[in-house]
């Protein structure tokens, strides 16, 4: 069974950085994908960042250039970096799997999910 572990939320402010991480198990990482979603209050969950087995990576175009996902496919871990954080960042961040390569950023494809871990940006 997967179970998905996610850490390292906090408060911070604006234009400071967090990096978040997920240690998964009951799974080969070799033949999943993951991707981290994001959920604020009263809004739809969001796909933020997805990676392949590759290392092949697909943003949401609104966060490109701040955010940044990784993996490690041996400790089967997954991390993602946010920096120049902004209030519209908070939210609760889920880390998500999927057996298969494809990436998408839409939460449908992705039925194996975390508790989450909330971030709270402040101005």
């Known amino acids: 069974q997967v179970h998905l572990v996610e850490s390292g939320g906090g408060s911070v402010q604006a234009g400071g950085s967090l990096s978040l991480s997920c240690v998964g198990s009951g799974y080969s990482a070799s033949n999943y994908a993951m991707a981290w979603f994001r959920q604020a209050p009263g809004k739809e969950r969001e796909g933020v960042a997805a990676?392949?087995?590759?290392?092949?990576?697909n943003y949401a175009d609104s966060l490109k250039g701040r955010f940044t996902i990784s993996r490690d496919r041996a400790k089967n871990t997954l991390a993602l970096q946010m920096n120049s954080l902004k209030p519209e960042d908070t939210a609760m961040y889920y880390c998500?799997?999927?057996?298969?390569?494809?990436?998408?950023?839409?939460?449908?494809?992705?039925?194996?999910w975390g508790q989450g871990t909330q971030v709270t940006v402040s101005s």
């Open positions: 998500a799997a999927k057996f298969g390569n494809y990436i998408p950023l839409q939460r449908q494809y992705y039925d194996n």
């Open positions: 990676i392949d087995t590759n290392g092949g990576a």
